[in-house]
């Protein structure tokens, strides 16, 4: 769903939507699963800057709320989790501040997004509160093993020998010759 600012001139648009996976594409990070739903108001905000500079910025402010796949940060399985958060955003025309390098930006504006051209796509928007809103570490469980270092089997579902034996590959080398010495020596 894309907001023009001609469009938002008229009047503010409003959204109430179920997005299908797919139509935000949140990249590796976060699988969605199921519809995303999102509603919220998109509207023009004019930044008086001058008698003629009159600056178009885009508010658009709502919610989402969805389930996503994110693998666990131990064994890399992937664990379902609720997404949700509200945003409050004003996007600025990337024209508008191209000739602002000696303008000093205070802290509020360094919060301005952009938007190219005549508007704003609000699967671009969704894509990057998704991953905003993403846990900085999510597990399968508390108490998750993780993968085996060495022979990278996840350690939740199957045991390895690696923690007991030795770490020395060259042993491991040994032990095989062994085998087959032994192998050698007793035929039957
Ligand atoms: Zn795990
Ligand atoms: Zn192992």
Redesign the pocket.
Known sequence: MEFKVVDLEREPIEFDLELAPGVVDCGSEAEQQGPLATSGQAEVLHEHRGPKDIVADIRLKGRFAGKFQVPCARCIEPVEIPLGAEFDLIFRPVAADADATERSITAPETEIGYYQKDGLALEDVLREQVLLSLPVRTLCKPDCKGL?P????N?NSQV????EGPSDLRWEALAGLRGRIESKQAPR
């Open positions: 085996c060495r022979c990278g089997v350690r390895c020998s690696c923690e």
